[in-house]
C-alpha cells in the first residue's frame, strides 16, 4: 500500500471542450515510508537528492497558469509522488536509453551517479503499484481530451538545472532559458511556432537541447496525428533558487506565458 496521505497522482479537470493537457510529472518530492526503505541513502543525501532532482514548482506554474487562461481552461494531470518513486515518463523497458546511468522507469542511481538502490533491487513492485496504473490513467486523460474537442495537445512542463549534472546523456549542448522539446511525429510546425512565440519574451528558446522529446501515451505514440505534444524544460535560475530553493518572481511571468500558449492552442 501506498502510505502518503494524498493519491499518487491527479487529474484536475478543465474546461469540458479544452484539448490542451499541462503534464506535470516530476514536481512532487514525497517518497512514501514503504519506497524509502528501498533507498540507501540517508536522510540528508536523500533531500540533496531531491533538491537537484525535483522540478520544483512545476505544479504551482501549470496551476497558476490553468488560472490565468482566457479560454478553454486546460486540464491538468500531475504526478504526487517523487519521481524517485517511478519516473512516469520512462519507457518500462530496453528502449529507454536513460537506463545507460542507472535512471530507467525505476532509478537505482542518483543525479550524480552514486548508488540510489541496491543493485538487486526488483523494480517489478514498483512498476505495478505506480507505473502502470499512472500510464493507464494518463491514456484515459488523452482519449478523454480526443472525445470532447477531437484532439489533444499534451504539454509536459519540467524544468532543469542551469549547470550540467553528471547524469545527463546530452548535457553538452545549449542550456536556453527555455528548451522546448519536440517529436516528429507529435510536435507539428504551429505547436511548436506558437511555443516559440509565447516564451521569446524570456532571452529565447532553444530545440531538445539539453532535453529532448515529449511525452505521448504509448497507445497514441506513432500513431494518433491528433495527439500534439510538447515538452517545456525552464531553467530554473529563471525562477527558483538552485538547487531546490524558493520560487522567484520570473514564475509568475512564466505562468502568464504558458497561459498564453494555452490559449493560443485552444481557438
Not at 4 to 23: E, W
Not at 208 to 217: C, E, I, K, L, R
Amino acid at each position: 500500500m501506498d502510505d502518503a496521505p494524498d493519491p499518487p497522482f491527479q487529474l484536475l479537470p478543465g474546461a469540458a471542450d479544452a484539448p490542451v493537457l499541462l503534464h506535470v510529472p516530476h514536481a512532487a518530492r514525497t517518497v512514501p515510508r514503504a519506497v524509502r526503505g528501498g533507498i540507501v541513502l540517508e536522510d540528508a543525501a536523500l533531500e540533496r537528492e531531491l533538491d537537484h532532482i525535483t522540478d520544483a514548482h512545476t505544479d504551482t506554474l501549470a496551476a497558476r497558469a490553468a488560472a490565468a487562461t482566457h479560454r478553454a481552461r486546460p486540464w491538468q494531470f500531475v504526478n504526487r509522488r517523487s519521481r524517485l518513486v517511478v519516473d512516469p515518463e520512462r519507457f518500462p523497458d530496453e528502449r529507454e536509453e536513460m537506463r545507460a546511468v542507472g535512471m530507467g522507469a525505476v532509478y537505482t542511481r542518483t543525479t550524480h551517479q552514486e548508488p540510489l538502490r541496491d543493485p538487486e533491487f526488483d523494480p517489478q513492485p514498483l512498476l505495478d503499484r505506480y507505473f502502470h496504473p499512472y500510464a493507464r490513467a494518463m491514456t484515459e486523460a488523452v482519449a478523454g481530451r480526443l472525445a470532447a474537442a477531437g484532439r489533444a495537445v499534451i504539454i509536459d512542463v519540467h524544468s532543469y538545472p542551469t549547470g550540467r549534472l553528471p547524469y545527463e546523456l546530452h548535457g553538452d549542448g545549449p542550456r536556453p532559458p527555455v528548451c522546448l522539446g519536440t517529436d516528429p511525429f507529435h510536435t507539428p510546425p504551429e505547436l511548436l511556432a506558437r511555443a516559440e512565440a509565447a516564451f521569446a519574451r524570456f532571452g529565447g528558446t532553444g530545440l531538445d537541447s539539453p532535453f529532448a522529446g515529449t511525452y505521448v501515451p504509448l497507445e497514441f505514440y506513432g500513431v494518433e496525428p491528433r495527439v500534439g505534444a510538447l515538452m517545456i524544460e525552464i531553467r530554473r535560475d529563471g525562477y527558483m533558487a538552485e538547487p531546490g530553493g524558493a520560487p522567484g518572481p520570473g514564475l509568475d511571468a512564466l505562468a502568464s506565458a504558458l497561459a498564453e500558449l494555452v490559449d493560443s492552442l485552444s481557438q
